[in-house]
């Protein structure tokens, strides 16, 4: 018997002008991905060097494992079909180019048996992969997925090499005949049904017409969204590993320009980030703005990005050839609407989703940042906040003296008076001046002092965290307070701070070290289990049944905390706690994050009445929750919606003072 063996180039006189043509392919290439780079290269300075163990780890899980993408399981498995079998396609045609070209002596024996059923196995994964993309795509149409030019030509293009590379196979067994055949299964099928009279024309047209497809695929990739095939691992690898809730910071002092206004103020990370986008749609499946109707797709805005780069880089890069001062090219009014930009409620819920690693909310915070700071132009609304921020110090522009008013009567200690003290409680604007959030303030209270707890406020020295202000693009007014409660925080005494406000909880641990404030902050659900473990708090149970919680953005996404406020609400309910449709990172946000909940919600549907809704239909009795924001949006929403006989929304330390 023959070693099993193939012979390459069978049949194909003058094959070796397949080199120049694939020279040709690939100087095509390596212009389009020059015209990228050049593009890139306008952008700022931005260092993601670093963690080189944790970006291969990522590249190696993310990208050829497919585990980011496999999160949504349908369009996972379509994806995952298309990639291996692409993998192992062009793994197989690596091995063949290398016996042929470099007489390296692989495909011979029982390796080339399994090399062709192997081969037969993922070319068919590949062809499934594709008419199963084609079918979403075309057929079911779901509303994330825009049909565009490049969908018509690459899904087919892909399908016609993976089709003609079986049928070269067929003719090929079909002629030859090895005894081997049937380790190649789709090949030897397929020779069964041929005409041998002519086989060998047609393979040998049908062969140059492969290769020639094939060398128009590479050539294409950098020119269409194919080119998300090399860029997506590369961002992937260049992913930040800084906290998630953290913004970059403005040298305020030295800086001429606040912001972004023209493309080339982005960091060179973020514009290499518009070519990772896949074109999927998973985060304008998951975004609140965009899921009541607001003008807000993240999907739309990266891609509307991306295409102002392509038209505007060139323009940059002649001018600064020349020597000259483009002309004005302002992204906010004309790539993307100041609409898209303020409707952004920051929930991360994009970039939890993004199978990439594009990072969405911090270049809507930038484009924020050159409108307020740059050209004074945001919602009206945020004019009472600014000023309040400025002149009070804190958002709702009440007098600094009265943000201690809520302490009355309640035994609670300040720093003043309790000089050394194992917790810091920073109660957050909300907790001090909003009534509702008031109520979570004096609950909390109640159980410190039960528990036994050494702590202190800072009573009437504490000013605001600053979100709102960062969050809208007010970076003047964040540092300005953030500082003075830094100042403020080194001038007492205490080892961690507590917090009932994630988004206070977010600024102190995450952003707070940028001006050197480096404290140890956990937020209040994560005290109040540690008491109930340690047997400090002892919980009646309500025996609720129809319980839930509703997972704060800026407490879930952002920080992971997802078990620690539900281990409590399963002990007030007695093990009983429901899930509603939306949970943990894939929670519907309330609408307040962001600065929105200072502003007003006039375009689309109310997001806290999507999110309240949800909860009444899910048959929820107690929506539970651990953020003041949540709890003001929630609140409003069951008597907007007039559903104050069947759903109650309560902070979770309201429902542990009330069972202890």
């Known amino acids: 018997m023959d070693t099993p063996t193939r012979e390459i180039y069978w049949n194909i006189q003058g094959h070796d002008l397949i080199y120049l043509f694939f020279g040709l392919a690939m100087a095509v290439f390596c212009y389009g991905l020059y015209r990228r780079i050049r593009l890139w290269k306008l952008g700022q300075p931005e260092d993601r060097s670093g963690h080189i163990i944790k970006r291969i780890w990522g590249v190696l899980k993310d990208a050829l494992g497919q585990m980011s993408v496999m999160r949504e399981t349908t369009p996972g498995i379509m994806h995952v079909m298309i990639f291996s079998g692409f993998v192992v396609l062009f793994i197989g045609t690596l091995l063949v180019f290398l016996q042929a070209d470099f007489s390296i002596q692989i495909l011979f024996g029982q390796f080339y048996l399994w090399f062709s059923l192997i081969l037969d196995l993922f070319g068919l994964i590949f062809i499934f992969g594709i008419l199963f993309a084609l079918f979403r795509r075309y057929i079911l149409r779901p509303d994330r997925l825009n ?91 260049l992913k930040s590993f ?86 004005p090219g302002v992204i906010a009014g004309n790539a993307v609407t100041e609409d898209e930009i303020w409707a952004c409620t920051t929930c991360m819920a994009c970039q939890e989703h993004c199978p990439v690693a594009i990072e969405h909310v911090q270049k809507i915070v930038d484009l924020r940042r050159s409108l307020v700071l740059m050209d004074s132009q945001f919602p009206q609304e945020l004019n009472l906040v600014f000023k309040g921020l400025e002149t009070n110090a804190n958002p709702w522009n009440m007098g600094s003296a009265s943000r201690a008013d809520w302490l009355e009567g309640l035994n609670v200690p300040t720093a003043a008076d309790k000089s050394d003290a194992d917790y810091l409680w920073f109660v957050g604007c909300a907790g001090a001046f909003d009534d509702k959030a008031r109520a979570t303030s004096e609950a909390f209270a109640r159980i410190l002092n039960k528990a036994g707890v050494s702590y202190a406020v800072l009573g009437v020295d504490e000013q605001c965290c600053g979100d709102p202000a960062r969050r809208s693009g007010n970076e003047y007014v964040f540092q300005m307070l953030a500082q003075a409660n830094i100042e403020m925080f080194q ?16 600024v102190l641990r995450n952003e707070y070290p940028q001006f050197g404030g480096r404290f140890e902050v956990i937020h209040h659900t994560e005290l109040i289990l540690e008491l109930i473990r340690d047997g400090k708090l002892e919980i009646k149970s309500s025996g609720l049944t129809s319980a839930s919680y509703h997972d704060s953005c800026y407490l879930g996404r952002y920080h992971d905390i997802y078990q620690a406020p539900r281990d409590i609400m399963k002990k007030i309910t007695g093990g009983e706690l429901k899930e509603m449709k939306r949970h943990h990172d894939k929670s519907f946000c309330c609408g307040g994050g962001g600065a929105r909940f200072f502003m007003e919600e006039t375009i689309g549907s109310r997001i806290n009445h999507l999110r309240i809704q949800e909860a009444a239909d899910a048959g929820i009795q107690c929506l539970s929750v651990a953020c003041p924001f949540c709890l003001t949006m929630l609140q409003d929403a069951v008597k907007e919606k007039e559903l104050d006989g069947s759903i109650k929304v309560k902070e979770i330390a309201q429902l542990v003072a009330e069972r202890i």
């Open 491 to 506: 001038a007492v005494k205490f080892k961690k701070i507590v917090t009932a406000c994630p988004h206070c909880f977010n």
């Open 147 to 237: 049909i565009i030019l490049d969908d018509a030509i690459i899904l087919p293009l892909l399908l016609i090499i993976g089709v003609t590379g079986f049928l070269l196979e067929g003719l090929r067994i079909a002629v030859k005949d090895p005894q081997w055949a049937e380790w190649s299964p789709v090949g030897y099928w397929i020779a069964g049904w041929l005409n041998l009279e002519q086989a060998e024309g047609i393979h040998r047209i049908l062969w140059w017409g492969h290769m020639a497809l094939s060398l128009i695929f590479i050539a294409y990739i950098p020119f269409s969204k194919l080119f998300h095939v090399l860029m997506s691992p590369t961002n992937m690898y």
């Open 242 to 327: 800084k906290p998630r809730g953290e913004l970059s910071t403005i040298d305020i002092e030295n800086s001429e320009t606040f912001g972004v206004s023209d493309i080339n103020e982005f960091t060179w990370k973020q514009l290499l980030d518009l070519d990772a986008c896949t074109h999927c749609g998973r985060c304008q499946d998951q975004c609140p703005a965009y899921n009541s109707d607001k003008p807000l797709s993240p999907k739309k805005i990266i891609l509307d990005l991306q295409r102002h780069l392509t038209k505007r880089g060139p323009e940059l890069i002649r001018a600064k050839k020349a020597g000259t001062e483009p002309e």
